[in-house]
């Protein structure tokens, strides 16, 4: 077993079950690749994820540093490099155990052209695994970047009707962020000669070197994450997208900001991050409560939960720059417990948008007389977004606010704010949903959930609760990588 | 020298010259009836001068004809893209000259010459037979751009070509003159040697003028769109193709090897050509609803890159400019196959909202069209990312972050107009159908687009050092 490179398979599978998509496509035609499609995604996504978790028994949580490490030289200083660390791997995790729900849900949901559908939405899964394995920058950049084409196509094709303008959105967008990163990129290799992450790591910047790198990097993601005030592609392009393309962009693309900041920022600008620890503080802060306050005032339910998104990224970013192994820790914490939460929330608008087709908050009210389950699952979710004990909102939120309130008592007071504010608009997006009498005629006749969907649904609940019980499954495999960062950071 | 040892350095284009002027005796006595056998020996030929300039690498630096001509690893390499980019061009456009009822033998010999006179302007080592190839090159391209005669607007993008082209080469003269004038030679490495004079720049500069023309860089674009629009689609497929990436390995050339101690004197000027051709590249575009002047202007645009390697000078920037160049016209004439493969009717098409749903209608020629446009676009995992990275590179080596910069953004801006191409074909309605694709035109997109994307993106590697070596020398 030892002797396979895991990483690799984990990242081409995917690959491979959409080239066999393909061929059908082409040989046989597009209908027959949507009913193939089916079968083919389904088992390759659930193949892959058998595969990562087997490349997760071969990690090892005692040692130190990267692990699974596949190294092949590839053109000037860079090499195709592939390693895990904890952080990594249990974001890859992350990824693998979404896609086999998200397929499940499209295949239901989406109608026209299944196969370059899934053909689009396997070959993300290969770009976004492989941006968590790499250990060569140009490597990441490729994987990070490359992203793009599959998900500007699923905004774009199968998306709903301001479609056009979200793709372009979501796409020039993340290419300006990116393309800064490119040019520090570059400018790193042509400094020190490697783009190996483990050696750039080591590579002492000079500080005014680093504060410019910093920005850079900062520049492309602070728009993935997003970080307030570049946030604004975000609400657009998850309420245009079809409902697996909002989970993964939530559950997945997002937490590469995240990532970013922890594998680059902290580790090789250390100087430049203590110099921006006040700025980052204030745009997470501004970022928690000001997209609270948005989502309060959404009509469109897509649109609130990714403010609530922008939200509880304020607390990812708030954790990060706390230099404290609690608020690190809290952070990948959260980062993960967020991709469990929202994709769970964007499946549950997707139930009742595959039945009514609109999000209009206003157009439901009393959906609980006629989908009891529902119901309860919706509250669950609702109230782990809110951040309730017992579930893994909490546990995260808890943790980032403690590692933040060390480092600055004013940024963790208005970061507890904005708990209570998340309380305000998850609730009322409950209440007016869900609760009250039924007025709209049209509810009259909707079906509660099917087994598929209390499928999907219940296993993202048992997750929220299984992780907000024993967080420690989490922390466990990320310490090694926290206390390597802080190491690096001098901290 | 003897004639034997010089032709031996002159293979490529002796042999291109020879068959040129056999092929037009066997067209004048066959006619047009002859004219696809006359289109398959002058691929033939072109790729035979392709294979004989590859096998000449091993010679290195050689000059021959008394030092008027002189072939480098960095020339040869260019050279081996033009031909071998030619015959594939006018492979291609065998069933398009048929459909539009241009089939006549003057076509392939026209693309014999003209790509004769890209060799031998980037072979020359002097002035005069620089000017020479250039003119052979030119008056070629005039006659390609017309080569519709009974069509409006190919007459008029072919004399829009030949006066500006003409204003070109008289400013290419008259720089020469007075570079001749102030350093009392016009072979490279004498002028090379000349002391620095006001004289001098100013030819330097006119000189900079008349080839950023042929390059179609900013702001000597403007012919660009219109020809590009008005000439046939076949003919526009090999001036995106060959002459380009000889034009601008060419002005690399002359600026490393000829200016080569002036650099002080050109390198902004290049630099700010370079940052005017992507803005005006991406912007110009944006508002462009015929697929052909879209892409004159990411042509333009995509020269102004190019150019970045040109501003880092010989050492940084040479083999940059090459890996770009050739992996933007790869790319691009994949992308012409395309549009060349586009026919409702029997009439070939243009406009962008004729792209619609291509997708449905042709799903292999779209996912290879697709490929391409990201690849020219400079987006991983296609190949065209590392010709962005390597010239941004050279730059940021060469203390350019403002034009790196500026490549950036332009680069943000160019997107706006490629993804209107890919959102036309993968998410609109598909149209009427489209006529039956020839095979050579959707093998050309194909068989480009695996080599955009799987080959060179895995075995970037062997590019990359062949690049670096031919800069080398």
């Known amino acids: 077993m030892t002797g396979l490179p895991l990483l690799s398979i984990t990242i081409f599978l995917p690959l491979v079950g959409a080239l066999l998509i393909l061929a059908v496509r082409v040989l046989a035609g597009s209908n027959a690749a949507s009913s193939i499609s089916k079968p083919i995604s389904l088992l390759t996504t659930i193949v892959t994820l058998v595969v990562s978790i087997i490349a997760l028994t071969q990690f090892d949580m005692a040692k130190a540093g990267f692990q699974l490490v596949e190294n092949v030289p590839w053109f000037g200083g860079s090499s195709y490099k592939l390693g895990v660390d904890g952080m990594a791997i249990s974001l890859i995790i992350l990824t693998t155990a979404l896609m086999p729900l998200c397929v499940m849900q499209s295949m239901r949901s989406i109608e026209d052209r299944l196969g370059d559908y ?184 897509k649109k609130l939960v990714a403010y609530s998104s922008v939200a509880h990224m304020g607390f990812v970013t708030l954790g990060i720059f706390s230099f404290t192994e609690t608020g690190i820790q809290g952070a990948i914490f959260q980062m993960i417990s967020h991709g469990i939460i929202s994709g769970a929330l964007f499946f549950c608008v997707g139930v009742i948008y595959d039945r009514m087709h609109t999000r209009e908050i206003a157009f439901y009210g009393g959906l609980v007389h006629r989908m009891p389950v529902y119901a309860a699952l919706f509250m669950l979710f609702s109230m782990a977004n809110v951040g309730l004990p017992g579930t893994s909102g909490f546990v995260g939120e808890i943790l980032t606010m403690v590692g933040g309130f060390q480092a600055s008592t004013w940024a963790a007071a208005g970061a507890a704010l904005g708990v209570i504010l998340s309380a305000v608009y998850m609730l009322t997006l409950y209440r007016r949903t869900v609760f009250g009498e039924m007025t709209n005629d049209k509810l009259m006749d909707i079906k509660d959930v099917t087994a598929s969907e209390v499928f999907i649904l219940g296993l993202l609940a048992i997750a929220a609760l299984v992780f907000g019980v024993v967080p420690s499954l989490v922390f466990d495999l990320t310490k090694g990588s926290t206390d390597a960062i802080l190491d690096m950071i001098g901290r | 020298m003897t004639l034997l040892a010089d032709l031996q350095i002159a293979g490529p284009d002796a042999l291109l010259a020879g068959f040129g002027l056999a092929a037009l005796l066997l067209g004048a006595i066959g006619g047009d009836r002859i004219a696809g056998l006359i289109r398959l020996l002058s691929v033939i030929a072109l790729g035979a001068a392709a294979t004989l300039t590859v096998i000449q690498f091993p010679m290195g630096d050689a000059e021959a004809f008394g030092g008027l001509y002189r072939i480098t690893p960095f020339v040869l390499f260019a050279k081996a893209f033009t031909y071998g980019l030619g015959a594939v061009a006018l492979l291609m456009s065998g069933g398009f000259l048929k459909s539009s009822k241009m089939e006549r033998y003057e076509y392939s010999l026209l693309t014999i010459f003209a790509s004769m006179g890209a060799g031998v302007m980037l072979s020359a080592n002097d002035l005069m037979t620089l000017y020479v190839g250039i003119e052979t090159l030119s008056l070629s391209s005039y006659v390609l751009a017309a080569f519709k005669r009974d069509n409006l607007q190919s007459a008029e993008a072919g004399l829009k070509y030949f006066v500006l082209g003409a204003l070109a080469s008289g400013l290419l003269l008259y720089g020469s003159s007075l570079v001749y004038g102030f350093s009392g030679s016009t072979n490279y490495q004498m002028i090379a040697a000349a002391g620095d004079s006001v004289g001098l720049q100013f030819g330097l500069v006119l000189i900079i003028c008349g080839l950023a023309f042929k390059a179609s860089a900013a ?113 691009t004439l994949g992308i012409f196959g395309g549009v060349l493969s586009l026919r409702r009717g029997g009439k070939s098409v243009d406009q962008v909202s004729d792209l619609n749903g291509l997708g449905k209608l042709k799903p292999g020629v779209t996912l290879g069209l697709i490929i391409l446009i990201f690849s020219v676009a400079g987006i991983p995992p296609a190949a065209g990312f590392w010709g962005k990275f390597e010239v941004f590179e050279a730059g940021l080596r060469s203390d350019m972050l403002w034009l790196v910069l500026v490549g950036a953004l332009s680069s943000v801006i160019s997107l706006g107009y490629y993804l209107r191409l890919v959102w036309a074909m993968m998410m609109k309605p598909p149209g009427e159908p489209l006529d039956k694709t020839d095979f050579t035109v959707a093998a050309t997109v194909l068989a480009t687009a695996v080599i955009i994307f799987p080959v060179l993106t895995i075995t970037i590697q062997v590019l990359l050092s062949a690049a670096a070596q031919a800069s080398a020398g």
């Open chain 1, 118 to 301: 899934m053909i689009a939405f396997l070959i993300l899964e290969c770009l976004m695994i492989g941006v968590f394995c790499s250990l060569d920058l140009v490597l990441f950049y490729v994987f990070f970047e490359g992203g793009l084409i599959p998900m500007f196509l699923i905004i774009g094709i199968w998306g709903g009707k301001n479609r056009l303008y979200a793709s372009f959105k979501f796409f020039l967008y993340t290419l300006l962020g990116s393309l800064l990163l490119l040019i520090a990129l570059i400018y790193m290799y042509s400094v020190s000669g490697t783009t190996d992450i483990e050696a750039l790591q080591k590579f002492p910047f000079s500080r005014e070197v680093q504060t410019w790198l910093w920005l850079a990097f900062f520049a492309s993601f602070s728009v993935k994450l997003p970080m307030w005030p570049v946030h604004t592609w975000l609400p657009d392009a998850h309420v245009e997208a079809p409902t697996a393309g909002s989970v993964v962009l939530a559950a997945v693309l997002l937490k590469m900001g995240g990532y970013g900041f922890l594998r680059f920022s902290l580790p090789m600008f250390p100087d430049a991050s203590v110099l921006f620890q006040p700025l980052m503080f204030a745009l997470s802060i501004i970022a928690i409560i000001y997209a609270s306050l948005v989502a309060f005032r959404q009509t469109d339910m």
């Open chain 2, 219 to 331: 702001p000597f674009h403007i012919w660009t769109p219109d020809v590009y629009e008005g000439a046939p689609s076949s003919v526009v497929a090999f001036f995106a193709s060959a002459p380009k990436i000889a034009a601008v390995a060419l002005l690399a050339h002359v600026m490393f090897t000829t200016f080569g101690p002036h650099e002080h004197s050109w390198r902004l000027v290049i630099a700010i050509i370079a940052a005017m051709s992507m803005l005006i590249g991406s912007f110009g575009a944006l508002v462009q609803n015929s697929v052909k002047r879209i892409l004159a202007y990411s042509s333009i645009s995509n020269v102004g890159f190019a150019l970045i390697g040109i501003v880092a000078g010989a050492e940084l920037g040479a083999a940059a400019v090459l890996v770009y160049m050739s992996l933007y016209v790869i790319a």
